[in-house]
């Protein structure tokens, strides 16, 4: 729980008056029916402790992601992962790009880590280049953190530069902490989760939160062949960590590929149209390959739509970026209209339309 102090993610619709949340990323068709109703039967039990071992959940997913049971580890979102992470391997150095995700920063921070940034340019639209290479070489890093596709810019960064990096790390004996929670909404990005066994310096992180609509419910994993990482991940979360309910509905959503294809095919849409019409707002569009959109536009905006009953993500303090700089999530083309329109007022108002 946060307490007194600002929260640095979208989601919090909760302070009243918000109608519409723009500011999450979430599966913009909700929870499969399926996983709703894994939820209702779990709950019949939530008076017995969880599995701590999440067994079923993790035969589940050794399935799904042709991986060993051995190498997967399962958390309290992945947000606990990204901090059990940290903990555990406990760099000194890390590099990343910017901008990127911000728990990264903050979890390698509470162990003392020194951060390197490689600055991404809006000139080359956000894009992952071969210059990282250069920048891993020059730092040489205990640990490069990855997102792909990177939030907030919904790059997903090219696979073969991502098999590099994999082999300089390794050549380095740097860990790759690659972030894949956003993968499942892309057209065609490929997990390296398959390379797990060959890389041990390989972590895997995977989330329910996005793609399976369970981001109330909390439920991530990760894959790598690293044991004694993993041992030690599991010695900084607590025995229960998982809920019953989680696991439960982690096991359900599994077995929706229909639903995660029907998905695909409303975002590839959606966000083609959300696109055009921001650009035709003259605002700057990052180009996008996952469900969100990341825009430069007026100053101001974020709050001004708020007070319409919509919120939209405020991107000014994300490291790169600054005033001005908004993300958006792919919605319904209902909810998509509806922010159009009412980007459109605002315009008007401050005499821009």
């Known amino acids: 729980m946060l307490y007194k102090t600002d ?73 606990e992962l990204i901090y059990a992470y940290c903990s555990a391997l406990s760099p000194r150095t890390a590099v990343m790009p910017a901008p990127t995700f911000s728990e990264y920063e903050r979890a390698l921070m509470r162990e003392g880590c020194a951060v390197f940034r490689y600055v991404l340019s809006r000139e080359n639209d956000f894009a992952l280049d071969a210059g990282f290479l250069d920048f891993v070489r020059e730092k040489r890093p205990d640990a490069v953190f990855l997102c792909r596709p990177n939030n907030p810019t919904g ?43 060959e890389y041990p310096n390989l972590f895997v992180l995977k989330a329910f939160t996005k793609n399976f609509g369970m981001a109330g419910l909390r439920l991530g994993y990760a894959i790598t ?31 929706e590929g229909e639903f995660l294809e029907k998905t695909r095919r409303l975002i590839k849409t959606e966000r083609a149209w959300l696109k055009k019409r921001l650009e035709g707002l003259r605002f700057y569009v990052c180009p996008s390959d996952t469900n969100f959109l990341l825009f430069y536009g007026k100053t101001g905006l974020h709050a001004s739509l708020r007070r319409r009953g919509i919120a939209i993500r405020d991107c000014s303090g994300f490291f790169g970026l600054g005033e001005g700089w908004y993300r958006i999530s792919v919605r319904t083309h209902q909810e998509n209209e509806a922010l159009i329109c009412a980007i459109r007022e605002v315009l008007k108002e401050n005499g821009h339309g």
């Open 7 to 79: 929260n640095p993610h979208g989601g919090d619709i909760y302070g009243g008056g918000i109608r519409l949340d723009f500011s999450s990323n979430v599966n913009p068709l909700g929870a499969p029916e399926s996983v709703i109703e894994a939820v209702r039967l779990a709950s019949q039990r939530i008076h017995l402790y969880p599995d701590p071992y999440c067994r079923a959940l993790r035969a589940a997913l050794a399935e799904y992601e042709k991986a060993s049971e051995d190498h997967i580890i399962c958390g309290n979102g992945a947000s």
């Open 155 to 197: 790059r997903l960064s090219d696979e073969g530069l991502i098999k590099e990096i994999l082999k300089l790390t390794k050549s380095l004996g740097a860990a790759l902490f690659l972030d894949e929670c956003f993968l499942d909404m892309t057209d065609s990005g490929r997990s390296f989760a398959e390379y797990a066994s």
């Open 225 to 255: 062949s690293d044991s004694k990482l993993l041992s030690k991940m599991s010695y900084e979360t607590h025995p229960w960590n998982v809920s019953t309910v989680a696991q439960e509905a982690g096991a359900a959503a599994l077995r």
